[in-house]
């Protein structure tokens, strides 16, 4: 495995794979690199790539300067992290070279980046939608890995990959969990060992909707695991699972609920399947 800084070399390394007659994957992350990340790194080996994982703490897409600068870094736990996982490649671009000086472009992906965390987080998403843009154009033709851990970004990605026409199939992987259930996160490292259980409440609202039930019961039950818990809430909601947008009676594809809720100063975010049945609004009794 080698370790690249600057975005020429990355791109070299790509075009060599190809010329090679392989197929390139990339893996796009923030670091402090967990088996959340390994599996999608993983993954991407068992599918027959050439694995770019990218290693970039984007402050574009921190609306919250504090977050930024509490952000974990563990350059050499990571690079350790993704040699045992099977990447080919690291790349550790710079901050001066993915944002050079008079910077001024910005890829904004409508609708689908408009509620949840989009609203919560105004320009969160145009940050991270303008970093993976300039990481797919620097790396070209590939595919690419998206965890369902971060279940709207994965849709706006796959929604500015159409709109764009880039050379690009995006692949979603599924959401890793410790063993009591929280979804490993790179944030979990700031919790204590109390809001690590009052966290536990997220992995159950998420399994409350699996079970099943009315759009209106899946919420009020979610709301009430996490508010018994102590946490704030930011939302709790069945969502079509392609457009993101509130679950309607009219909605045929498949539903998907979706948490965020702070618990102390930590943000944390979940989601599964929603199994929506009989009449899905119908009031709990
Ligand atoms: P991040 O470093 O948090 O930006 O995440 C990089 C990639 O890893 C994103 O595609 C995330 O969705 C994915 N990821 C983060 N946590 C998990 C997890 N627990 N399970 C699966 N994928 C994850």
Request: aromatic share 6%.
């Amino acid at each position: 495995m080698r370790a690249v800084t600057s975005i020429a070399d990355w791109r070299s390394a790509a075009e060599g794979f190809r010329a090679a007659g392989h197929s390139v994957a990339l893996v796009p992350t923030m670091g402090a690199l967990h088996a959340g990340h390994a599996s999608l790194i993983e993954a991407a080996c068992r599918d027959g790539h050439q694995v770019i994982v990218t290693i970039f703490v984007n402050q574009r897409q921190f609306n919250d300067a504090s977050d930024f600068a509490r952000y974990p870094r563990t350059t050499e736990a990571d690079l350790e992290v993704a040699r045992a996982a099977g990447a080919t490649l690291v790349a550790l671009p710079t901050a001066d070279e993915m944002w050079p000086v008079g910077t001024a472009t910005t890829v904004h992906v409508g609708a689908v980046s408009e509620n949840w965390e989009g609203a919560d987080r105004p320009g969160h998403f145009d940050g991270m939608a303008s970093v993976v843009t300039k990481l797919l154009a620097i790396t070209g033709s590939c595919t690419a890995y998206f965890g369902e851990k971060d279940f709207q970004q994965l849709a706006i990605i796959r929604r500015l990959v159409t709109d764009l026409g880039l050379p690009v199939t995006v692949v979603g992987a599924p959401i890793i969990r410790d063993d009591d259930g929280l979804a490993l996160s790179s944030r979990n490292v700031r919790l204590s060992a109390d809001h690590r259980d009052a966290a536990l409440a997220i992995p159950a609202a998420v399994a409350r909707a699996a079970r099943g039930g009315s759009v209106t019961d899946i919420e009020a039950d979610a709301r009430d695991l996490l508010v018994a818990a102590g946490l704030t809430v930011s939302y709790a909601a069945v969502v079509n699972a392609a457009t993101l947008a509130p679950f309607t009676a009219g909605d045929t594809g498949p539903a998907r609920f979706i948490v965020a809720a702070i618990v102390g100063d930590v943000r944390l975010l979940d989601n599964g399947p929603a199994h929506i049945t009989g009449d899905h609004h119908a009031a709990r009794h």
